[in-house]
């Protein structure tokens, strides 16, 4: 009778598998092993060594943090990078804020322009009708102007006040070379200095601009001229004094 085979015949005991920690660095304290003798194994089939020996590979020895050697540089090239990006920020901002004031100043210069340029045209309009206003004058002054041509000329002379127009030139002014024409002069000791004592044609002014100048008669002062004591008659017995009976000789 044949009986069954049983592989498991004929072979030992299992033999129990051993792993063996070879880290220089214990994971749990992180401190540095000392290095201890290998632990002979024990004896047994040798053809089993190299494969429990083959089942555990070795770790490889974590690489310890070292300080940079001699010639490396020792700068952050993450911290580099920030540094040139911030730079860059400041000079984009820097020129935007150049270029905000450029088109600041540019605006005031055009609105200042413009503004020159209308009253220049309202100034030009104006000085072609200052002979109407001339007109409109000497009219009043002859009494002509009456009924509607008093009512036009009325609101004419309001509107060009309004815009700007203001007349100038009036008896009694001080005399201004500046907005004053003297074509007549002469001096009086009824004032303190030249004075406009004649106008012949008004002066207009548009703004800070002046259109014409004041066609005037100036009068100076006068100095008051040198008065002299009258000589006292000689009384009854009295001689008189050289300087006296000099002038009576004279006489």
Not at 203 to 227: I, K, N, Q, W
């Amino acid at each position: 009778m044949t009986g069954r085979y049983d592989e498991t015949e004929g072979q030992g005991p299992e033999e129990p598998v051993v792993v063996r920690d070879r880290r220089r660095i214990d994971p749990l304290t992180g401190e540095v092993r000392s290095a201890a003798p290998e632990a002979e194994p024990k004896e047994g089939p040798k053809h089993a060594a190299p494969a429990e020996e083959a089942a555990v590979p070795a770790e490889p020895e974590p690489a310890a943090h070292a300080g940079p050697g001699l010639g490396e540089s020792i700068v952050d090239d993450s911290v580099s990078v920030a540094t040139g990006l911030e730079k860059e920020l400041a000079e984009r901002t820097a020129d935007l804020q150049r270029l905000q004031a450029e088109y600041a100043n540019y605006r005031k210069r055009v609105d200042r322009d413009r503004e020159q340029v209308v009253a220049g045209a309202k100034a030009s309009v104006v000085n072609d009708l200052l002979p109407l206003l001339d007109d409109l004058e000497r009219a009043e002054q002859h009494g002509d102007l009456t009924g509607a041509f008093k009512a036009v000329g009325e609101k004419l002379v309001g509107s060009l006040q309004r815009s700007g127009l203001e007349a100038f030139g009036a008896e009694g002014e001080p005399f201004d070379p500046s907005v004053h024409e003297a074509v007549q002069h002469s001096t009086s000791p009824d004032v303190a200095g030249p004075t406009v004592t004649t106008v012949m044609r008004r002066g207009y002014r548009f703004g800070e601009r002046v259109l014409r100048a004041a066609l005037v008669g100036v009068t100076d002062h006068e100095p008051g001229g040198s008065t002299t004591e009258p000589i006292d008659q000689p009384v009854g017995g009295e001689l008189p004094l050289e300087g006296e009976l000099f002038d009576e000789n004279n006489r």
